[in-house]
């Protein structure tokens, strides 16, 4: 079994930064992390890395965090740590892509929100005539409903953003 290898005339955060600073080694941290005991193939297929020599070389500059014995991968106590920040951090890229998009939507919802409720209008003065006063009472509640969500909403984005 391969044990930690970096510079010992280089701080240990200068070498995980250097060995994550490349998008395959990141890729390969996380499928040994989640296939453990994963062979070189495996890595291969699932990183998308087509010649040998590159998956050697970056496994090669992963032998900190990346174990090899008889065959197989796994990932060693500070690769489990890595890849545990690896996923953490791409949890919270996916939420922030998920309400940077909401917010870009939000000026839609808005007006959509705004045409729902004044056909629902039109269709009860349509169908019905003169609406009774309980009718106006709902449609003002569940329309001050819906912009109350929609405000709460627009809040939450714009502490998110800040």
């Not at 890729?27 to 495996?42: K, P």
């Not at 003169?130 to 109350?148: G, R, V």
Request: net charge neutral; proline share 3%.
């Amino acid at each position: 079994m391969k044990t930690m290898n970096h510079d010992p005339t280089e701080p240990l955060e200068e070498s995980l930064f250097k060995m994550l600073s490349h998008q395959s080694r990141r890729d390969i941290i996380r499928a040994v992390g989640e296939h453990h005991g994963i062979t070189f193939s495996e890595i291969q297929k699932i990183v998308g890395i087509a010649d040998s020599p590159s998956l050697s070389y970056h496994l090669a500059m992963l032998t900190a965090l990346v174990l090899q014995r008889d065959g197989t991968y796994s990932l060693s106590e500070l690769g489990v740590e890595t890849y545990n920040l690896l996923r953490k951090t791409t949890v919270s890229t996916d939420s922030t892509r998920v309400v940077r998009s909401f917010r870009t939507l939000l000026p839609l919802v808005i007006v959509a929100n705004a045409l729902f409720w004044a056909s629902a209008l039109f269709a009860v003065f349509f169908f019905e005539g003169h609406p009774h006063l309980l009718t106006l009472c709902s449609f003002a509640a569940l329309w001050f409903a819906s912009n109350l969500l929609l405000y709460s909403l627009s809040q939450r984005a714009q502490r998110t953003r800040e």
